[in-house]
């Protein structure tokens, strides 16, 4: 499917939308198809105990990914997104084909990431934009290594309580994080998980859901803070000054161009490395020892 240069219609809008992982348009019928699929993940986890998912937008990225988190004793477990081709799979690395029951033109890390107990006991992950010193890699693992089934561990943006009297609530961030089997069941049992549009998930008691709809923001992470705030769930708070650094985004790069568009049809693998010097970014980070084996750096 050409998302760019064909119709943007409404249908491939809720496509998309549904691959990005939002419950205003993912139905029940089509979350009970997950257990199906996931049993297929699960398989590929047979035996793996510190599983950490690298999603490929590009591939020189997820190579150094796959590279820090060996580094910290944890395995690369490596999906993608469909328009960035078969990921590269470094030795140690398990590859996964969530998209292999969807067939969906795009997706999202989280959305396997949402229903994590069906098919592993702790697994974590970030962004396909984020690299990190390796004290930092560290710090992560110890944190994740360390998390007790039933909590999940994200990064912290919530807002500070003067803006949260009007709303401005934040949320628990998936730039970085862990969760556990124990807290993605709980999260999925309560109706407040990773994805989008908390307020519409099939599991959300309705006396819940205009209060949800008016106190917490739409996006991705917004349900875990109302999971925390409203059900008690168990939140590993990461700081974001602690990954910052090295999250390659829009917002660290004033020249920053857009090579698409700006709409859930944004596609990473074009706007990534067109914004970013991999090279540069390594030196910066003194993490560009990972670079030598690939050909292109040598």
């Given at each position: 499917?050409?998302?760019?240069?064909?119709e943007?219609?409404?249908?491939?809008?809720?496509?998309?939308?549904?691959?990005?992982?939002?419950?205003?348009?993912?139905?029940?019928?089509?979350?009970?198809?997950?257990?199906?699929?996931?049993?297929?993940?699960?398989?590929?986890?047979?035996?793996?105990?510190?599983?950490?998912l690298?999603?490929?937008?590009?591939?020189?990225?997820?190579?150094?990914?796959?590279?820090l988190?060996?580094?910290?004793?944890?395995?690369?477990v490596v999906g993608?997104?469909?328009?960035?081709?078969?990921p590269?799979?470094?030795?140690?690395?398990?590859?996964?084909?969530?998209?292999?029951?969807?067939?969906?033109?795009?997706?999202?890390?989280?959305?396997?990431?949402?229903?994590?107990?069906?098919?592993?006991?702790?697994?974590?992950?970030?962004?396909?934009?984020?690299?990190?010193?390796?004290?930092?890699?560290?710090?992560?693992?110890?944190?994740?290594?360390?998390?007790?089934?039933?909590?999940?561990?994200?990064?912290?943006?919530r807002?500070?309580?003067?803006?949260?009297?009007?709303?401005?609530?934040?949320?628990?961030?998936?730039?970085?994080?862990?969760?556990?089997?124990?807290?993605?069941?709980?999260?999925?049992?309560?109706?407040?998980?990773?994805?989008?549009n908390?307020?519409?998930?099939?599991?959300?008691?309705?006396?819940?859901?205009?209060?949800?709809?008016?106190?917490?923001?739409?996006?991705?992470?917004?349900?875990?803070?109302?999971?925390?705030?409203?059900?008690?769930?168990?939140?590993?708070?990461?700081?974001?000054?602690?990954?910052?650094?090295?999250?390659?985004?829009?917002?660290?790069?004033?020249?920053?161009?857009?090579q698409?568009?700006?709409?859930?049809?944004?596609d990473?693998?074009?706007?990534l490395?067109?914004?970013?010097?991999?090279?540069?970014?390594?030196?910066?980070?003194?993490?560009?020892?990972?670079?030598?084996?690939?050909?292109?750096?040598?």
């Amino acid at each position: 499917m050409d998302l760019e240069n064909s119709e943007y219609t409404e249908e491939t809008r809720n496509l998309l939308r549904e691959a990005k992982g939002n419950w205003d348009v993912f139905t029940l019928a089509k979350a009970r198809e997950m257990a199906a699929a996931a049993r297929d993940w699960e398989a590929a986890l047979t035996d793996v105990e510190r599983p950490w998912l690298c999603w490929n937008v590009d591939e020189d990225w997820c190579r150094i990914q796959q590279r820090l988190v060996r580094t910290v004793g944890w395995t690369p477990v490596v999906g993608g997104d469909p328009r960035s081709g078969t990921p590269p799979l470094e030795a140690g690395s398990i590859a996964i084909d969530f998209n292999a029951r969807f067939n969906y033109p795009i997706m999202h890390f989280l959305f396997p990431i949402e229903f994590a107990h069906f098919f592993t006991r702790k697994i974590a992950f970030w962004h396909s934009d984020l690299v990190v010193r390796k004290p930092v890699m560290q710090q992560l693992a110890r944190t994740f290594d360390t998390l007790p089934d039933g909590a999940t561990a994200a990064v912290d943006v919530r807002r500070p309580w003067y803006k949260r009297w009007n709303g401005q609530r934040g949320r628990f961030w998936e730039l970085a994080g862990c969760t556990t089997a124990g807290a993605s069941r709980d999260q999925f049992e309560k109706g407040a998980g990773w994805w989008r549009n908390i307020w519409r998930h099939p599991n959300c008691p309705g006396h819940l859901r205009s209060k949800l709809q008016r106190r917490y923001d739409y996006d991705h992470g917004a349900g875990i803070l109302a999971w925390h705030e409203v059900h008690g769930g168990r939140v590993v708070p990461l700081s974001h000054d602690l990954v910052e650094e090295g999250h390659c985004t829009r917002v660290s790069n004033p020249n920053y161009e857009r090579q698409s568009p700006q709409d859930d049809r944004r596609d990473l693998s074009k706007d990534l490395s067109h914004n970013f010097d991999l090279r540069e970014v390594c030196q910066r980070l003194e993490i560009d020892d990972l670079l030598p084996s690939m050909p292109e750096f040598s």
